[in-house]
């Protein structure tokens, strides 16, 4: 087959994420290679020379991303992960084009000039890939072609959670998942916590992130820390009764792609969550979980599934659902893949 017929068969995608254990890199982007791959458009993820940008002050961070610059050059259009240095334009509008932005967060609140930079950034990008509508609102303002693929679940990897074996069914296991830097939002429920562990006997918390949080009122034998692993990541989910996801109803939250709440429920567990941003979007399709937006609802939606296990397995099995439909890997691969060629045509 000549070059050229091959060519018109498929496309290549220079993708430069922020790092390999990135969530952003994981999520947004590395889930969907092979994926994209069955649909013509062949991804080579490019990534910074060092995971370790905090040894390079402010927008300095973007010389790691240098080699990627230019090997982005063979690609016939280039991915991006955010901005290259956080609060900062660097050299995004050098890339080749079409350049197509891809976020998953409210950046333009990133510091010291978030505001002023993501604005500049996104006129010179072909295309901006928002993973909600609220974020798609702000870069619509700035570029002309916007469009909403959320944050996708691999069901293939997140399986639904088995039994628990009969050691585990007197339990009622609160399982939280992030990073330390979103450990304020659980300070928030920290109150509601305790009382409802101190209250309820088989109940406990159990977290994982890349470090403990250091809660002051919480039991300390109701509370189990594990330290986050890729390896572990599913495990962990199935050893949880219900997902929690609590949050603050700021621009910073609106801008988040409601994803510890698909990934608690792509397993089939029921979730507790603010109803912020697009986790009430989430909501909103099905009936996979409680909304709590204040203390009381906190803990009232925590006793309703304590004392309702049916419940439990009702509303994660509609989770799993309603994943199946919206928010597959599958599905959103498909949706890329579309708008990527679309994007070389026009």
Not at 235 to 260: N, T, Y
Request: proline fraction near 5%; hydrophobic fraction near 40%; glycine fraction near 6%.
């Amino acid at each position: 087959m000549s070059p050229a017929a091959n060519r018109e068969q498929s496309i290549t995608l220079a993708a430069l994420t922020a790092g390999f254990n990135r969530p952003s890199s994981r999520f947004r982007f590395r889930q969907y290679i092979s994926r994209l791959a069955e649909s013509g458009v062949i991804v080579k993820e490019l990534m910074p020379f060092s995971d370790k940008t905090y040894y390079f002050p402010g927008p300095f961070k973007a010389v790691t991303r240098i080699p990627a610059f230019f090997r982005s050059r063979d690609a016939d259009m280039v991915w991006i992960s955010r901005e290259f240095a956080v609060g900062y334009e660097t050299f995004e509008r050098l890339l080749k084009r079409p350049r197509i932005l891809d976020v998953d967060d409210a950046v333009w609140l990133h510091r010291p000039f978030g505001w002023f930079a993501m604005p500049d950034i996104a006129r010179s990008m072909d295309a901006v890939i928002a993973g909600n509508a609220y974020l798609a609102e702000y870069f619509g303002k700035y570029c002309k072609k916007v469009y909403v693929v959320p944050t996708a679940i691999d069901l293939d990897r997140y399986t639904l959670r088995p039994e628990p074996a009969n050691e585990q069914r007197d339990k009622f296991v609160i399982g939280w998942t992030g990073s330390s830097s979103n450990f304020k939002y659980l300070d928030t429920i920290e109150p509601v916590l305790n009382r409802f562990l101190r209250e309820h006997d088989g109940a406990e918390l159990i977290l994982t992130a890349d470090r403990p949080w250091e809660y002051s009122l919480l039991p300390a034998e109701k509370v189990r820390f594990v330290r986050w692993s890729e390896e572990e990541e599913v495990s962990f989910l199935h050893s949880m009764s219900v997902g929690i996801m609590p949050l603050a109803d700021d621009k910073w939250s609106r801008g988040k792609c409601a994803f510890k709440m698909l990934q608690y429920m792509g397993v089939g567990l029921p979730v507790i969550v603010s109803p912020v941003g697009m986790n009430r979007e989430v909501l909103d399709k099905g009936d996979v979980g409680l909304s709590a937006g204040s203390p009381d609802q906190w803990y009232d939606a925590l006793v309703s599934l304590y004392d309702d296990r049916s419940l439990q397995v009702k509303l994660g099995l509609e989770g799993r659902k309603v994943v199946e439909q919206f928010y597959s890997a599958d599905i959103i691969a498909r949706d890329l893949a579309h708008i990527f060629k679309s994007l070389l045509v026009s």
